[in-house]
């Protein structure tokens, strides 16, 4: 009987003759040789088919998965993973590399700590985007959260892990719900399921996956990543926390009352917002008044109070994070960075 593999890859592919044999050739090259990799056909008009029935007759750890007709990514990866053998998942995109070490660091990583969920590795954008673009700040701030304890403090600003990056627990997985289809990114929602439930998460400190940046990116061209289904992600499975709290907003710029109408067209009363500007203290945005940061009170004397922080401008979470720990409230008890 075949032996079980270590670990299934998901590799989701539509109309990616281009570009299918280069990540292939990436898993191929894999110090760890017990895995499988599970090409999620969906509905490819050009060679992908063809491509990935070449490969799977050369190595027998590769097996293709036809859809007739394009179903969707989540689609395709719910079809990959219902046919996946291993206790370990992991992702792989068909425009990217994945370093040699990728998997059996990632594993070691994962096999390392009992809470762990779900782990990732650095990465690296080609071509390399230009150092002050906004690609090259997002991976620098991906890059930045390793421990879970950064990761956790982060996850609340946006996905911080990568998802062509992460390997996951199949019990994890399926214990949180998979992969669904909803109205938000894909992966970030199945993290924070994943948190709710309690696992954490870690990344590799190397970067073992090179991610293709294009213009046909679909988190570019799909309003499923766009920021406000982020948002939406992100109330959604707030939800229980803040109907038991009293809701501050830190900003009170553009970012702070886009997110106080987003929880008032839920249903969410805010308290009020909270900014250093001068200009702003003592005025209302949205009905509510804009308070100094002394205001909060020290150790969230506010009254089980919950404060989202809403300041879209570069360095400012940094700042944020310092202040509010000068007045002795704690992330993420106390107060959660949005932005």
Known sequence: MEATPRVSILLPARDAAATLEEALAGLVAQTLPDWECLVADDGSRDATADIGARWARADGRIRLIRAPAPEGIVAALVRAAREARAPYLARQDADDRSLPGRLER??????????????????????????????????????????????????????????????????????????????????????????????????????????????????LRDAHYSAD????????????????????????????????????????????????????????????????????????SAGGALLLVAVGTRGARTLIRARLAQLGWSEPEDFLCLH
């Open 106 to 219: 990632s594993l070691a990583l994962l096999q390392g700590e009992a809470r762990l969920g779900a782990v990732a590795t650095q990465v690296r954008f080609f071509p390399a985007p230009p150092g002050e673009s906004g690609w090259g700040h997002y991976g620098e701030w991906l890059n930045a959260a390793i421990t879970p304890a950064e990761i956790e403090r982060d996850l609340w600003v946006e996905s911080p892990l990568p998802h062509p990056a992460v390997l996951m627990r199949r019990s994890a997985y399926l214990g949180s719900g998979g992969y669904r289809d909803v109205p938000w990114p894909e992966d970030y929602d199945l993290w924070l399921r994943m948190h709710v439930n309690g696992w954490r998460f870690a990344k590799v400190p190397e970067v073992l996956y090179e991610w293709r940046l294009h213009p046909g990116r679909l988190t």
């Open 229 to 300: 289904a982020f948002l939406a992600c992100k109330l959604h499975h707030l939800a229980p926390r803040l109907r038991r709290r009293r809701i501050f907003i830190w900003g009170a710029g553009r970012d702070g009352r886009r997110l106080g109408r987003a929880l008032a067209a839920r249903g969410f009363g805010i308290s009020a917002f909270v900014d250093i500007d001068p200009r702003k203290i003592g005025r209302t945005r949205l009905g509510r008044p804009v308070l100094a940061p002394e205001a909060l009170g020290e150790r969230n």
